[in-house]
């Protein structure tokens, strides 16, 4: 169920959004107050956040800087009674997703939030690859085992990367070497080796009988879905 928070510190207009949010199928928390709204985002993880500009105390631009300083990577529509063009050229260069210029039509904005969220998900499904009880979101560098995160070293993702892109085809390590370090030399077999190694104790549910990161004797190594 995809989660969004109303930043509003109108209750009618804040309320009569979650209601019809809710009847969407959507979760819903609404947050009346810009200066906690920070804390709120972190609290309750949305997918998207709609986010009126003109709050008390510290506004929405103020609040969006921040989200995005800070990293996060939800949606963010802004609701602003502004239309001038400078307001949401101003949103969109501080990290807004979408906006809707107040009074919006109902339909409208619903409609908005369906489409944002349509496309996040089709990006990430089409960032996302697995093998196995693995699966890895690339925009996200995040590696997970039967749900769970694991972590990985920089070197040993790159590794990971190389062979998931090779699609079945062995590499040699001098390739992998090249690809994930960027030299080849002549005492390499134990750099590579001990990645892989590293890789089957972190992602193999049998490290010493791999199923997916196979060795291809005399080759090198490939990557079994």
């Given amino acids: 169920m995809n989660k969004v928070l109303i930043v509003e510190d109108q209750p009618d207009l804040a309320e009569g959004l979650k209601t019809n949010l809710q009847i969407e199928g959507y979760e819903v928390t609404i947050c009346g107050d810009g200066d906690r709204a920070l804390q709120a985002v972190a609290d309750f993880q949305p997918n998207l956040v ?30 602003t009674a502004r239309g001038e063009e400078v307001d949401k050229v101003r949103a969109l260069r501080s990290g807004a997703d979408d906006y809707v210029t107040k009074p919006f039509g109902l339909m409208e904005l619903l409609a908005r939030i369906e489409a944002m969220l349509r496309r996040r998900h089709s990006a990430a499904s089409e960032d996302a690859v697995a093998f196995g009880q693995v699966s890895i979101c690339r925009q996200t560098r995040d590696v997970r085992r039967q749900g769970r995160s694991v972590e990985l070293t920089p070197k040993e993702y790159d590794l990971l990367l190389a062979l998931l892109d090779s699609q079945g085809a062995v590499m040699s390590r001098q390739q992998l070497m090249k690809m994930v370090w960027g030299h080849s030399g002549s005492v390499i077999s134990r750099t590579v080796d001990t990645h892989i190694g590293e890789l089957r104790r972190k992602l193999e549910t049998d490290p010493a009988n791999p199923e997916h990161l196979l060795t291809v004797r005399k080759a090198g190594y490939r990557l079994q879905s």
């Fill in 50 to 79: 709609v986010l009126d500009m003109m709050l008390p105390g510290r506004d929405g631009f103020d609040i969006l800087s921040r989200l995005r300083r800070r990293g996060e990577q939800c949606l963010v529509l802004c609701l």
